[in-house]
């Protein structure tokens, strides 16, 4: 018997209906809230991972050839790999804290950054400056009390992200969003960062273990900003970014959690004292740093960072009243608007 005609044609409505669905299944969107000074928090789910990196210095000589291989046998502080959980879901920050933001903050608190408040001011970037006559080789001029937040010598949007603010002044931020909003602000701990920049995966970067995967994911040392740097023309990404200097935040890939810039664009200061031994002995649960030390960990690189140095297990600190034309942050918030630990 012969088949009905409509079946051949029902099939292949039906092939073409699936692959259609198929074809417009995304990734889960982010869930995303927003708060009163306009700073957007993605929800990031509590969770286990591991953290830091364990590659060997021949390994990563092959891999970035245009780098000294002493370099690579200094990344002591990032091992051992070790198992962390995060035992609590929390709200990170969808992007570094702009300069608006900073600004929304300043006016409304009467905070006076540490830059302007002890009088010496920031770091900038002046094209007749030549780090080879600075005593310490610093890439930028300062500290000058003509540089500051708003000011770092280059153009900066209001959507950009706020540079030369210290440690404290991103505390002060977040203290005084905690008692403004009647919930927890805080800088994020150094594992919460990893934890969230990582997003699941175990590359170098979120974006792939080959540094050109950044082109796609992070605004870096790359060939558009190598030419006011010469020197180091080398350690440029092999491609354009199109940012010599900051890039608007959000203008790259975010990474699967929903957070954007996590390598790159600008360091993020954590909430951590820095120890190089810390990975072998931190606990599993919600590490904090260890209980005292002289500097804060700095994590992600920036627009300045030469694509080794903004992994996701490297790190790096400073001083807590370090200002820098590269240095900014993102803040973490306890809770959602309108949710209570009850609800959570
Ligand atoms: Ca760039
Ligand atoms: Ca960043």
Partial sequence: MRAPRFVPWFARFLAVACWWLSACTVAPVAERRTDSLGLEFVRIPAGEFLMGSAEDPKTLAQAFPAYDPARFAQLGDEGPVHRVRITRTFWLGRHEVTVAQFRRFVEASGHVPESIADGTGGYGFN?????????????????????????????????????????????????????????????????????????????????????????????????????????????????????????PVGRFAPNAFGLYDMHGNVWEWCADWHADDYYAHSPVDDPTGPAEGSVRVRRGGSWHTWAFYARSAFRNWNSPETRYTLVGFRLLREFAPGETAARR
Avoid: C, I
Wanted: aromatic share 14%; proline share 8%; charged share 25%.
């Fill in 127 to 247: 094209p007749a400056y030549d780090p080879a006559t600075s005593a310490r080789g610093d890439a930028f001029e300062g500290r000058d009390p003509k540089y500051g937040w708003r000011n770092p010598g280059f153009a900066q949007g209001d959507d950009h992200p706020v540079v030369n603010v210290s440690w404290n002044d991103a505390v002060a931020m977040a203290r005084w969003l905690s008692a403004r909003e009647g919930v927890t602000y805080r800088l994020p701990t150094e594992a919460e960062w990893e934890y969230a920049a990582r997003a699941g995966t175990r590359t170098r970067f979120h974006t792939g273990d080959d540094p050109r995967t950044l082109l796609q994911g992070a605004n870096v040392f790359d060939q558009a900003a190598a030419p006011n740097w010469p020197r180091w023309q080398a350690f440029a990404l092999d491609g354009q970014d199109g940012f010599p200097f900051t890039a």
